[in-house]
């Protein structure tokens, strides 16, 4: 019998599942949080309500409900939907909303913050401007403005340099540090190329070399340690190198959309988060079909999730 090729996915299956793998990556690592690997249920069995006895995160928090990093992911998608400019400012509205009322939480609660987020909203209230409310001390480099930087690689955008700007510009609002800064762009170049359709090593390869010739030589040291971050052992931590190269294993490792969150939530620790940056890209290489029925039922929230989805196609039209 002559091989079908599988048909090439189409973008809006691509940006739908880039959306809906991040939250339902995020929203299944979130009973799962602080526990270390060792700790954590077979795999096979992690899903969005844990098995009888785990004692999971967030005990008052309903199964299939994102957390912080997703109803950022939706903030920035929605300024986005407005266009680049005054994107700090912008952001740091949209934070300070979903910070003071769960604006773009399921259920307008907010569960989980960072430590770093909470200074930067501190920060913001006391007027800083947004542009300099992230905290800039190598200390500062948390995952938390990597986990919901997907939106930015989103929308279209004329070359590499405009991706990397709303990347560095999504970041600075909380994270300053350059390599937090980097980390996005990384990231966010990776995710652009996703959805252009090529496989997640070239993509990797692509989005490193073109920031290996585009860094200022300021930023090149911490480029390194960015990069050789690859080299140092896996735990799914709250600090932006770990939990990019957990994320990268947790792609690279899978092929498929199920088995790649669950081996980002088999590290252990910040699962959320880890499930919600390898989700998003799990979402775009393998689009919305791929994400399980079952989870993308289970997900709450989803008529806030639509029409953004809604004008994030229009775009592309
Ligand atoms: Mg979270």
Redesign the pocket.
């Known amino acids: 019998m002559p091989q079908t090729q599988p048909t090439p996915l189409s973008i809006r299956s691509r940006l739908r599942g880039a959306v809906y793998g991040l939250l339902v990556g ?1 929203a299944l ?2 009973p799962y ?1 602080f526990s270390n690997a060792a700790e954590l249920p077979e795999l096979r069995l992690i899903e969005m309500a844990p098995p009888d006895g785990f004692r999971r995160a967030h005990p008052g928090v309903p199964a299939g409900t ?5 109803a950022q992911a939706l903030h920035l998608l929605k300024v986005l939907l407005d266009g680049d400019h005054a994107l700090e400012s912008r952001f740091a509205d949209g934070l300070q909303s979903w910070h003071s009322s769960g604006e773009l939480t399921p259920d307008g609660r907010v569960f ?3 430590i770093q987020t909470q200074e930067a909203l501190a920060n913001l209230r006391r007027g800083v401007p947004p542009s300099q409310s992230g905290p800039c001390e190598e200390r500062n480099n948390g995952n938390g403005s990597l ?1 919901r930087v997907l939106p930015a690689a989103l929308l279209p955008a004329a070359d590499d340099r405009v991706l990397i700007d709303r990347a560095r510009r999504q970041s600075l609002p909380t994270h300053g540090h350059p390599r937090s800064l980097l980390a996005c762009a990384l990231a966010t170049l990776v995710s652009a190329r996703l959805l252009r359709g090529l496989s997640f090593v070239e993509a990797l390869d692509g989005a490193q070399e073109h920031l290996e010739e585009n860094t200022s030589e300021s930023e090149r040291f911490e480029l390194r340690i960015l990069l050789n971050g690859r080299f140092d052992p896996l735990s799914g931590s709250g600090y932006v190198v770990d939990c990019l190269w957990s994320s990268v294993a947790a792609v690279l490792r899978t092929r498929n959309f199920e088995d790649c969150v669950r081996c980002a939530i088999g590290f252990g620790n ?1 699962t ?2 880890t499930a ?1 940056v390898a989700g998003g890209w799990a979402g775009l290489l393998y689009g919305e079909q791929g994400i399980p029925l079952r989870w993308r039922e289970q997900l709450q929230g989803k008529p806030l999730v639509e029409p953004l989805l809604d004008r994030l196609l229009a775009a592309w039209e």
Do not use: K, L, R
Request: charged content about 40%; aromatic content about 6%.
């Open positions: 995020d690592g979130v949080e994102w957390s912080d990093d997703g989980d913050i960072g986990m910040d959320d988060t919600c």
